[in-house]
């Protein structure tokens, strides 16, 4: 009967990830956040009613993927290809500044670090975990504010991508510094030929799902296959190029985005994300914390770990945002959208712990983090916002 447990804590996760975001929304803050929070009120750090099992884990996967998925549908072309070479200066942005932040940190609670001493890669390491970037939250808090479609939005979504991908091959350098078999230029031509196949494949797939789409207009068999091709890329991302599964999940809805039935692929994929894993994702970043064994020593750490990680990413993206002439409001949107960290910060924490780059004594102030940043982005997006509409409003 222990196999069947998974069915009990499916529906606690559900009822209470609906309550708590209708709370949210009461309360005028975005409905992940009441997930998110449904998330620590029923797992380890507060009332264990349910453990993150590997079940758990595979689906939250899913629902990111999903959210991708539609994130790309969703991305007008002309806007990304607009937004493009400035993304790619606030995602470099996005990836220095916190790495250098993150590393100076560690040295300023543990002491100076040579280099190519232990001490060293740790403190570097420190840095890496936070570079990464996790757009899902704020994905999901742009749908909510109807923003996702605009020059802000798309901005975010291209900068993260680009910081996900230059993230990996920070990653595999840092590593590559401890272990020399880790060859950072093999990670520089998987990254290349990834995005070359992308681009030759999705060409044909885009015509191929046109001519579908010509022929079966606004059927169900269109949002299936375009399912399909959804789990194929992300498969193929991770699995062959050693990409992030989101990437390839994102790139899976470029290619979709310009179908005359994208909007109808995008809105029964929101269906099965809003419906179930959509809710177990958001509720899982809850389920990972486990504040056991924390000392104040460590807690004042990953405290300052929150806040450097969190102002270095709002700095380097802000700032690049402001230098490559978007607004004042608009460049601290960017800079907030970008400081969300997610799964990513946990697979770059784990791979550091699989090569013993990292304690994992760390680990639970990525988790505070990734809790921090994913309840504070919507929030501080929606005030950022609302500022706008009233400027517009007074104007009128």
Known sequence: MENYKILMDLAIIIVSAKFFGLMARKLKAPQVVGQIVAGLLIGPALLGIVQLSDFLSQMAEIGVILLMFSAGLETNLKDLFKTGPKAFLIACAGVFVPLIGGT??????????????????????????????????????????????????????????IDDVIGIIVLT?????????QSGGKVIISTILFFLMAFGVGIILFH???????????????????????????????EFFGIADITGAYVAGIILCSIEDSD??????????????????????????????????????????????????????????KLCRFKGNDALKIGVGMMTRGEVALIVSQKGLAVGLLSSTYFAAVILLIICSSILTPIILKLLYSKDDKEVSAEA
């Not at 350098?173 to 078999?181: A, C, D, E």
């Open 104 to 161: 100076l940190l560690y040295m300023a609670f543990y002491g100076a670090a040579p280099a190519g001493t232990d001490k060293f890669y740790t403190a570097l390491f420190i840095g890496v975990i936070m570079t990464a970037t996790s757009v899902s939250i704020t994905v999901q808090a742009l749908k909510d504010l109807g923003k996702l479609k605009g020059e802000v939005g798309t901005t975010i979504l291209s900068a993260a991508i």
């Open 173 to 181: 350098f840092v590593i590559g510094l401890k272990n020399p078999s």
């Open 208 to 238: 191929i799902f046109k001519k579908i789409d010509e022929k079966y207009p606004h059927t169900r068999r269109i949002p299936i296959l375009g399912l399909a091709l959804c789990f194929i890329f992300a498969y193929v991302a991770e």
């Open 264 to 321: 109808y692929i995008a809105e029964k994929m929101d269906i099965n994300s809003y419906m179930l894993f959509g809710p177990v994702f958001f509720a899982s970043i809850g389920l990972k914390t486990n504040l056991d064994g924390m000392t104040w020593e460590f807690f004042a750490f990953a405290l300052c770990f929150v806040i450097v990680a969190m102002v270095c990413k709002i700095i380097g993206c802000g700032l690049v945002a």
